[in-house]
């Protein structure tokens, strides 16, 4: 067997998974999800059918839109901070830890990756944010808890590397006009925002410092959601019995990276609560109709990603609209580009706060920056791209085509590097 073929790289994320290998002159990043639009994606969701099958990938939102009502697991990345190793979230009659659901997405991956290559692998390397908690004993716990996944996927041997660290990898061996240049691997993806600062000398790099935050394309479609959307769905609106709904529960129960997490039990008893308030109150509150709708036709999933295909929309145009319409529920939402500099407020904040507090622990300031290097889907908002330009200079961000595929390739390029 060859032995690097048996080596594979996986970033496993909050939106999309990818595996890649390296090879004689490269990486080749596999076809993990032959369903998707771009195979070489797997989008990391699972559904489970109350009859006991289940799928994985883009198949899970085909048999959720033929089911809405069985479960369907989005943001499993960013159950891991939440949950404890033997914690156990009840689907229909099973009972699975976070790791055993990370497991199966894993166990499909491998199972692609193998059939593409022809030969089993047994190594794989993992990236993994820099932070999965502010916590440290909760950030090493998330760790253990990816890896036993990996464990329970089959990989007999499994090493970390933290993402913008493999971004930064795949970066050094592709830009070789770049020497003696101090660089900021600036990953933006759909759970965590993870910065690499370092420095290419001539034959190797040295990482200078690393920093992450929760904050991802996953919290900017929550933002959206809650300042956009919510007024559609009964927020303000006094409800039964002069109760006011606060924003945890409709977010709870709409946004699909959480209403999973719910029991059959618990989120047909929240349901049925809502049902009898809302009637109780009248025919009066059709806002509060339309949420009852959302909720027990479980919608939240569609509707995000009416909310995630408007704010994509916008790094092509100007403007747009965040457009839902099913089963009676119609919304029209006017969206601009200029108006997320308002509504991503506070996460852009965050976000600056962060580079200078990573620039400040590496000894740099943001004119010693030689390049800012982009990864992650949400590094193609052009108020993210504006942010930087405005640190760093226009010229010194370049907008690469390789957002998605950077992590996995310097994630190849280790796991092919045979070391103790
Ligand atoms: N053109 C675009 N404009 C804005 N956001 C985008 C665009 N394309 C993708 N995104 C966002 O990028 C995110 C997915 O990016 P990516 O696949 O890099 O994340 P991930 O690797 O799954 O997450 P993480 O690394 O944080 O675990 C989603 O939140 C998506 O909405
Ligand atoms: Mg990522």
Not at 177 to 189: I, K, S, W
């Amino acid at each position: 067997m060859d032995r690097q073929s048996g080596r594979a790289g996986i970033d496993f994320g909050t939106s999309n998974t990818l595996a890649a290998v390296r090879t004689p002159d490269g990486v080749r990043v596999c076809e993990i999800d032959p369903v998707n639009a771009d195979p070489h994606l797997l989008p990391t969701l699972l559904y489970f059918s109350r009859y006991g099958w289940r799928r994985i990938g883009r198949a899970a939102t085909h048999a959720y839109h033929k089911e809405p009502d069985d479960r369907y697991i989005r943001g499993l990345k960013w159950a891991l901070p939440d949950y404890a190793p033997d914690e156990t979230i009840r689907i229909f009659e099973r009972r699975y830890t976070v790791s055993d659901l990370i497991g199966l997405v894993l166990g499909a991956v491998r199972e692609q990756v193998e059939a593409e290559l022809g030969t089993p692998v047994s190594h794989v390397t993992l990236g993994r944010p820099v932070r999965f908690s502010p916590d440290a004993r909760v950030d090493t716990q998330a760790g253990e808890m990816l890896r036993a996944g990996a464990e329970a996927a089959g990989f007999e041997s499994v090493r970390f590397l933290t993402e913008p660290e493999a971004a930064t990898r795949y970066y050094f061996a592709t830009e070789e006009a770049l020497t003696d240049a101090t660089v900021l691997v600036f990953d933006f993806g759909g759970g965590t925002l993870d910065l690499c600062l370092a420095r290419f000398g001539r034959g190797e790099y040295q990482v200078l410092s690393t920093g992450g935050v929760s904050i991802g394309g996953s919290l900017l479609d929550q933002v959206l959601f809650e300042k956009k959307l919510l007024h559609h769905l009964g927020k303000g609106v006094r409800w039964g019995r002069g109760l006011d709904l606060p924003n945890h529960i409709f977010t709870r129960l709409v946004n699909p990276d959480e209403a999973w997490r719910l029991s059959e039990v618990e989120y047909a008893r929240m349901v049925r609560g809502i049902l009898n308030d809302s009637t109780a109150w009248g025919t009066s509150t059709p806002q509060l109709r339309t949420f009852y709708t959302v909720v027990s036709r479980r919608m939240g999933p569609d509707l995000f990603n009416a909310i995630e295909t408007a704010k994509m929309r916008l790094s092509e145009v100007e403007e747009t609209e965040i457009r839902f319409s099913r089963e009676g529920v119609e919304i029209l939402e006017p969206l601009t580009r200029a108006e997320l500099w308002t509504l991503f407020r506070e996460q852009l904040d965050a976000i600056r706060a962060l580079i200078l507090e990573v620039l400040g622990r590496g000894g740099r300031s943001a004119r010693n920056v030689d390049r800012v290097l982009l990864a992650g889907g949400s590094s193609a908002l052009i108020c993210v791209q504006e942010l930087l330009q405005d640190l760093f200079g226009p010229e010194r961000v370049p907008v690469r085509q390789d957002l998605f595929t950077s992590i996995v390739s310097g994630l190849a390029l280790d796991a092919g590097t045979e070391r103790a």
